[in-house]
C-alpha cells in the first residue's frame, strides 16, 4: 500500500516562506507525475503546480513566479518553495501521485496539510 505523507504546513505571516514536503512510501514502485493541489473553505480543488518524473513543471497562474516545484526521484519525494505568501494561499495543501505499481497505475493522494496565511 503506497503512502503520501505531507509536510510543512503552518500559520505564517503575509510574505512569508514556506516549504512543504510530500513523502511516499510503501513498497517497490515507481513515481510517474506528481502534483501539488489545495483546497480553500468553500472551494474546488485546485491544482497548484504539478512536475513530470523527467521534471517539466507547470503552474496556477496564481503561483506563478512565487512557488517552485521539484522532487528528489532517489527519495521518492516533492517540494513546493512558497514564497511571498498571500492570505489567498491560505488552504489545505494536497500532495497527488501517479504511482505506477507493475502494469498499473494508481492515483494516491495524501492527507493534507494546513497553510494559514496571516495578513
Known amino acids: 500500500q503506497v503512502q503520501l505523507v505531507e509536510s510543512g504546513g503552518k500559520l505564517v505571516q503575509a510574505g512569508g516562506s514556506l516549504r512543504l514536503s510530500c513523502a511516499a512510501s510503501?513498497?517497490?514502485?515507481?513515481?510517474?507525475?506528481m502534483g501539488w493541489y489545495r483546497q480553500a473553505p468553500g472551494n474546488e480543488r485546485e491544482l497548484v503546480a504539478a512536475?513530470?518524473?523527467?521534471?517539466?513543471?507547470k503552474y496556477a497562474d496564481s503561483v506563478k513566479g512565487r512557488f517552485a516545484i521539484s522532487r528528489d526521484n532517489a527519495k521518492n519525494t516533492m517540494y513546493l518553495q512558497m514564497n511571498s505568501l498571500k492570505g489567498e494561499d491560505t488552504a489545505v495543501y494536497y500532495c497527488?501521485?501517479?504511482?505506477?505499481?507493475?502494469?498499473?497505475?494508481?492515483?494516491?493522494w495524501g492527507q493534507g496539510t494546513q497553510v494559514t496565511v496571516s495578513s
Open positions: 497527488n501521485a501517479e504511482v505506477i505499481v507493475g502494469p498499473v497505475l494508481y492515483d494516491y
Open positions: 510503501g513498497g517497490i514502485f515507481s513515481i510517474n507525475a
Open positions: 512536475i513530470t518524473s523527467g521534471g517539466s513543471t
